[in-house]
């Protein structure tokens, strides 16, 4: 067991005597974990093939991945359960088919059902279709596949989404042809059971693309935005749901010049407030917009920038914890004496909004040194107030590790780094999943990888899946 201190700022107002107050912390390594097995190995693609992590409400954790089984040569996807009580159960292959298997989604009901989909491709034929698997006891037993055809040719990967109401949706672009990419939306309002294929009103008539949907429920509906090509050179696209995904609104465009191209739409639902947010990249200059809508998303506000720097890319993620939403994204610099990445935040709650002005930003990292790469990074909060952040950080002449540190949601600080995986010469640990996992656990899952090389050129990362289970000290510290 290994135990650092970790100082976290939180903003604590005192009426007497108008100052801050700190709170110093501790967490405790608890133990590190080997996901994989001598006969199972995990691979990682690229970002989007990533682990998968959940956990309910007992602590309990759901891994999901991608990798191979020694002496096959495809490839299939794997599912393992951790119980708090009684540790791992078994590696199980869920597609063990002679098919390429990658691109898994996980996704736990509030009924303890467990869903599993993924792709999979016939390099025969060169078809696609999506996967899927449910299990009502963890994962001991599961359903026999379903499959839903996905076309030919332009493959993405699957995402899952549900709801408490037994609803449940499966969605994925893809085409015949790489320029009529379409989404592919499949629902099932009895748990997984039974599905029906829905129309998400694209048949416009124009052609174009439609790609990188993202989807959000609450109890008034469900959403779900998209790049679109056919609205404009490539815009952000809504459209809303009052039926539990039955049927579905026309699709508007939500940024407001539909002339230039955007990228990496997200999604969430705070407080019966929608919020969207993309990207626009303009060669030596990056925005993040984002608008919002308090009507179920009849009505929506002008776009607005919540970041804008001179730099080249920006890549966020939206995590969102009770009342709070937190974006998070890295940027890239590629200036001359200013090369790298950092990874930067904003935070909303429904009573203050946002903690920065699209002039100000903050830094998940304590460190905005140059030559910094990342590769992935993912955040928590615990229901105290703390939050945490993984991400996983390479520097010059060192290999990747995933770092950590902690912050307060009443203060836009992270502060201690420490790293939570165990640094070995040639591997790096890439693409870390963080979930909490109790009152004040959390359980963070990472691939340990090292380039495979055929014919002299990097063909795919291979290695073993890691977890790391962390617990926040008992007790804090005071300083004196």
Known sequence: MYRFVILTFLLCVSISLGAFSPDVREIEVISHERVTTDKVSAFVESHLTRNQLETDSEGNAYVGFAGAEQGRRDTDVF?????VKDGWGDVINLSDQPLLDRGPALWISPSGSVHYAWLSHNEESGEVSVQYRRSNNRGKSWSSPKTFKAGISVARYPKLAGDSKGNLFIYITNGEFASEERILLFRSEDDGLNWANIDVNLKTGKSGTSEDPQMALDTGGAYLIWLDSRAGARSVVFSRSEDHGKTWST?????????RVQRAPQLAVIENTIFAFWTEDLGTKSVIFFDYSKDGGQGW?????????QVTSVTPLARQFDDTLWLVWSDYRDRIREKGERLLFN??????????????????????????????????????????????????EQRARVMANLGGSQAGIFSQTMAVSTAKPGIDHVWPKLRRSGAEEA??????????????????????????????????????
């Open 79 to 83: 599912y393992r359960y951790y119980s």
């Open 251 to 259: 699709p508007r465009p939500l940024n407001d010049d539909t002339s």
């Open 301 to 309: 506000n002008l776009d607005q920038p919540l970041y804008e720097d």
């Open 347 to 396: 935070r909303f709650q429904s009573n203050s909004g946002w903690l920065a002005t699209a002039g100000s930003v903050f830094s998940l990292t304590e460190t905005r040194q140059n030559l910094v790469s990342y590769r992935g990074f993912d955040l928590s909060c615990w229901n105290s107030g703390l939050c945490m952040g993984v991400y996983s950080e390479k520097v010059p």
């Open 443 to 480: 359980l963070v899952v990472y691939n340990e990888v090292e380039a495979v090389l055929f014919l002299g050129q990097p063909q795919k990362w291979l290695g073993d899946l890691l977890m790391t289970r962390v617990r926040l000290a008992q007790t804090p510290k005071k300083d004196k």
